[in-house]
């Protein structure tokens, strides 16, 4: 069983570029959640795909977007970056959407840095 | 909306004592609440969850809704719970969770 990979491990940007990164779900799940993790803080919910289409969202603009492709592998793109958007991209898969109980497994997470 | 509050940032306490990691929540409905926790250079992971009522690893919490807490306990603490703990919510239509903003348990020797 393979588990969730996110790249880049790490990323540097200068502001108002766009940027995407990447991550490909534990084997055999459908559901790719994205949270943003700033420095001394809990994790923060982006948005959840969940077979390729947006399930639900949290409180980003629409600069942030998001894709899931047939192998439930997926992309955040982040559009015009801020420097508020350095931060550490957590993703995380799970087996259904909107069902209890079915635990999300993190990736390590890539660490963006907008100079 | 839903909220998670962990009090404390930092906790210290020395091998063999008891350990109480503080989580408040605020959720209007009926709420599931986890304890994931990040060791150093490693990525989270789910530590419990209260409905499953277990014992991980020595660790106990248990939700009181009337208090709405759900503290995490372990009655004596080993070097290896040296770790960021994070309390989390799960709700809404995606089953997102909202997390605090985390306590790093240092176990001292």
């Known amino acids: 069983e393979t588990g969730v990979t996110q790249s880049p491990t790490h990323l540097i940007k200068t502001r108002g570029q766009q940027v995407t990164l990447r991550c490909s779900s534990q084997s055999g799940h459908n559901t790719v959640s994205w949270y943003q993790q700033a420095l001394g803080q809990g994790p923060q919910f982006i948005f959840q795909y969940y077979r390729e289409e947006e399930n639900g969202r949290g409180n980003f603009p629409p600069r942030f977007s998001g894709l899931q492709f047939p192998n439930y592998s997926s992309e955040l793109n982040v559009n015009a970056l801020e420097l508020d958007d350095s931060a550490l991209y957590l993703c995380a898969s799970s087996l259904a959407a909107a069902s209890g109980g079915n635990e999300q497994f993190f990736g390590p997470g890539t660490r963006l840095t907008v100079l | 909306a839903q909220r998670v509050t962990q009090p404390e940032k930092l906790l210290s306490v020395f091998k063999g004592a008891p350990v109480e990691l503080k989580c408040n929540y605020s959720?209007?409905?009926?709420?599931?609440l986890f304890w994931y926790v990040q060791y150093s250079r490693q990525r989270l992971q789910l530590l419990l969850r209260h409905i499953s009522r277990e014992s991980i690893k020595g660790f106990t919490a248990d939700l009181n809704k009337g208090e709405t807490s759900f503290h995490l306990k372990k009655p004596f603490a080993q070097e290896e719970d040296s770790a960021m703990y994070y309390c989390a919510l799960r709700s809404g239509s995606a089953r997102q969770l909202t997390f605090g903003s985390g306590t790093q348990l240092t176990v001292l020797p």
């Open positions: 959720y209007s409905g009926s709420p599931e």
